[in-house]
Nanobody, 115 residues
Framework: QVQLVQSGGGLVQPGGSLRLSCVASGIFFRLYTMAWYRQGPGKQRELVAV???????NYTDSVKGRFTISRDNALNAVYLQMNSLKSEDTAVYYCNGNAPLRNYWGQGTQVIVSS
């Protein structure tokens, strides 16, 4: 059974930091491209950051320089370090694992940036 289990998230003040984690089971993790998506209130789900199976990263423009995606293949985990958070980062964040003919999602984690 494939599972992507997320943790982290919560309420943080503007300018603060949070770290999201996603641990996968039931997949050959090191073959997967891993990503974080988010869906803000009234918005469509958008790609935030992606890391390939060989560690190449890419970010949406609005988070460049503030967010960092990383992975630990030994732990089957992917992380999203979020710094200098802004109110517009408020969203439900989803972990995603993608490989040929395979696509899996985590359960979602709420991030609220508010004073």
């Amino acid at each position: 059974q494939v599972q992507l289990v997320q943790s982290g998230g919560g309420l943080v003040q503007p300018g603060g930091s949070l770290r999201l984690s996603c641990v996968a089971s039931g997949i050959f993790f090191r073959l997967y491209t891993m990503a974080w998506y988010r869906q803000g209130p009234g918005k469509q789900r958008e790609l935030v950051a992606v890391i390939s199976n060989d560690g190449l990263t890419n970010y949406t423009d609005s988070v460049k320089g503030r967010f960092t995606i990383s992975r630990d293949n030994a732990l089957n985990a992917v992380y999203l370090q979020m710094n200098s958070l802004k109110s517009e980062d408020t969203a439900v964040y989803y972990c995603n694992g993608n490989a040929p003919l395979r696509n899996y999602w985590g359960q979602g984690t709420q991030v609220i940036v508010s004073s």
